[in-house]
């Protein structure tokens, strides 16, 4: 089955500076790749997500790139502030049956923003 | 905005319990799943379904199993608890991708 690695498991930035989170995947068959975030005591909620027909898709102050060659996809958040606190989690979507899809996360990302 | 709503945010049960947790969702979508998150270890799906009646294992089915009669209700069933399935246990739903979740049910096994 599918297998997601992320990276790093902590990250601690200061406020207004960048930050940049990594997955890699094991299956080639997996076409879809959507981040959340979690917040404190809150359901995990989609932030952006990405096909595999895509490079790279920008919302705002955050971005997803995606290296199909190496199985590899990262978040990148720029100007950071307070309310990016939480834990980032990845995912990599692979077909199933019906023309569904599942998703198999990555163990995620404790994102602190320092101010 | 869809709603999947579980019914429980807190259970405690004692070891040996049969223990259901409930997923209901009110968009009409097609597929439903259970994860597991613990520290350190992300998400793990445990089971999932795309059609009434019908289910798949998911990467640790083991010690649970699932019921979907309702294509809105989801249900996870421990057939004996133990203490190993202490866990926050969430619910999602989608119609293809994108998935929407649950509040979760933070199950502590004694």
């Given at each position: 089955?599918?297998?997601v690695?992320?990276?790093?498991?902590?990250?601690?930035?200061?406020?207004?500076?960048?930050?940049?989170?990594?997955c890699?995947y094991?299956?080639?068959?997996s076409n879809y790749f959507p981040w959340y975030k979690q917040?404190?005591?809150?359901?995990p909620q989609l932030i952006i997500d990405i096909r595999s027909?895509?490079?790279?898709k920008?919302d705002?102050?955050i971005?997803v790139?995606l290296?199909?060659?190496?199985?590899?996809f990262?978040l990148?958040?720029?100007?950071?502030?307070?309310?990016?606190?939480?834990?980032y989690f990845c995912a990599a979507g692979t077909?199933?049956?019906?023309?569904?899809e599942k998703l198999t996360f990555g163990?995620?990302?404790?994102?602190?923003?320092?101010? | 905005?869809?709603?999947?709503?579980?019914?429980?945010?807190?259970?405690?049960?004692?070891?040996?319990?049969?223990?259901?947790?409930?997923?209901?969702?009110?968009?009409?979508?097609?597929?439903?799943?259970?994860?597991?998150?613990?520290?350190?270890?992300?998400l793990?799906?445990?089971?999932?379904?795309?059609?009434?009646?019908?289910?798949?294992?998911?990467?640790?089915?083991?010690?649970?199993?699932?019921?979907?009669?309702?294509?809105?209700?989801?249900?996870?069933?421990?057939?004996?608890?133990?203490?190993?399935?202490?866990?926050?246990?969430?619910?999602a739903?989608s119609?293809r991708v994108g998935y929407t979740f649950?509040?979760?049910?933070?199950?502590?096994?004694?």
């Amino acid at each position: 089955g599918e297998n997601v690695e992320q990276h790093p498991s902590t990250l601690s930035v200061q406020e207004g500076d960048s930050a940049v989170i990594k997955c890699t995947y094991s299956d080639s068959a997996s076409n879809y790749f959507p981040w959340y975030k979690q917040e404190l005591g809150k359901r995990p909620q989609l932030i952006i997500d990405i096909r595999s027909n895509v490079g790279e898709k920008k919302d705002q102050r955050i971005a997803v790139t995606l290296n199909k060659t190496a199985k590899h996809f990262s978040l990148h958040i720029t100007e950071t502030q307070p309310e990016d606190s939480a834990v980032y989690f990845c995912a990599a979507g692979t077909p199933a049956n019906f023309g569904n899809e599942k998703l198999t996360f990555g163990t995620g990302t404790r994102l602190t923003i320092i101010p | 905005d869809v709603k999947v709503t579980q019914s429980s945010r807190y259970l405690v049960k004692r070891t040996g319990e049969k223990v259901f947790l409930e997923c209901v969702q009110d968009m009409d979508h097609e597929n439903m799943f259970w994860y597991r998150q613990d520290p350190g270890l992300g998400l793990r799906l445990i089971y999932f379904s795309y059609d009434v009646k019908m289910k798949e294992k998911g990467d640790i089915p083991e010690g649970y199993s699932v019921s979907r009669e309702k294509k809105e209700r989801f249900s996870l069933i421990l057939e004996s608890a133990s203490t190993n399935q202490t866990s926050m246990y969430l619910c999602a739903s989608s119609l293809r991708v994108g998935y929407t979740f649950g509040s979760g049910t933070r199950l502590t096994v004694v």
